[in-house]
């Protein structure tokens, strides 16, 4: 089945820098890649989300690109801000019906 | 509209114990998936139900069990609970067709003591 590798585990940047988030996948089947974003206590909600067919999309200050060859995608967010600071992940969905799998989490902390 | 529903918020229970867990999906929503959530290993895929079938399953024993029913809601079962059992439990609804957005509930804080 998908394994889902994402990296760092931590990441601590000051305010107004960029954050990087790393993915990869195993399936090659893989085509629906979404993030989820989940502040302490609350659940994971969606931000962003990409689809085989395009390689990068952009919603103001978040970026996610992709790169099939490499199976992996990355998460960008610009001009960081406290209330950035949450647990992203990463997660992968095969061909057909297969399950959404997750990656183990980032923990952003913006530094104001 | 209504978002997902998980109830109960909280529960603590003793090693040995049974319990089992409730989610109502969005309205429309035919798939189901459960996760467990603990500090350090992410979101742990338990299993997807799509029209009251179990159409995927992770890689969990088989004391964790689940069902639909046919209004989509689901509850997953835990039997003869472990310490390790202890964690948040979180369902995602979405319509179940191929790559459509997965909405959580607020999950259930599950305490084995």
């Given at each position: 089945g998908e394994n889902v590798e994402q990296h760092p585990s931590t990441l601590s940047v000051q305010e107004g820098d960029s954050a990087v988030i790393k993915c990869t996948y195993s399936d090659s089947a893989s085509n629906y890649f979404p993030w989820y974003k989940q502040e302490l206590g609350k659940r994971p909600q969606l931000i962003i989300d990409i689809r085989s067919n395009v390689g990068e999309k952009k919603d103001q200050r978040i970026a996610v690109t992709l790169n099939k060859t490499a199976k992996h995608f990355s998460l960008h967010i610009t001009e960081t801000q406290p209330e950035d600071s949450a647990v992203y992940f990463c997660a992968a969905k095969g061909g057909g019906n297969t399950p959404l799998v997750f990656g183990k989490g980032t923990r952003l902390s913006v530094i104001a | 509209k209504a978002g997902v529903t998980q109830t109960p918020r909280y529960l603590i229970k003793t090693r040995g114990q049974q319990v089992t867990l409730s989610c109502s999906p969005i309205s429309g929503h035919r798939s189901v998936s459960w996760y467990q959530q603990t500090p350090g290993q992410g979101l742990q895929f338990l299993f997807e139900y799509f029209s009251e079938t179990q159409r995927n399953k992770g890689n969990f024993p088989g004391r964790f069990s689940g069902r639909q029913f046919s209004n989509s809601r689901s509850e997953m079962n835990v039997s003869t609970?472990?310490?390790?059992?202890s964690a948040l439990y979180l369902c995602a609804s979405s319509l179940g067709d191929l790559n459509t957005e997965a909405f959580f509930g607020q999950g259930t804080r599950l305490t084995v003591v």
């Amino acid at each position: 089945g998908e394994n889902v590798e994402q990296h760092p585990s931590t990441l601590s940047v000051q305010e107004g820098d960029s954050a990087v988030i790393k993915c990869t996948y195993s399936d090659s089947a893989s085509n629906y890649f979404p993030w989820y974003k989940q502040e302490l206590g609350k659940r994971p909600q969606l931000i962003i989300d990409i689809r085989s067919n395009v390689g990068e999309k952009k919603d103001q200050r978040i970026a996610v690109t992709l790169n099939k060859t490499a199976k992996h995608f990355s998460l960008h967010i610009t001009e960081t801000q406290p209330e950035d600071s949450a647990v992203y992940f990463c997660a992968a969905k095969g061909g057909g019906n297969t399950p959404l799998v997750f990656g183990k989490g980032t923990r952003l902390s913006v530094i104001a | 509209k209504a978002g997902v529903t998980q109830t109960p918020r909280y529960l603590i229970k003793t090693r040995g114990q049974q319990v089992t867990l409730s989610c109502s999906p969005i309205s429309g929503h035919r798939s189901v998936s459960w996760y467990q959530q603990t500090p350090g290993q992410g979101l742990q895929f338990l299993f997807e139900y799509f029209s009251e079938t179990q159409r995927n399953k992770g890689n969990f024993p088989g004391r964790f069990s689940g069902r639909q029913f046919s209004n989509s809601r689901s509850e997953m079962n835990v039997s003869t609970l472990e310490l390790g059992d202890s964690a948040l439990y979180l369902c995602a609804s979405s319509l179940g067709d191929l790559n459509t957005e997965a909405f959580f509930g607020q999950g259930t804080r599950l305490t084995v003591v």
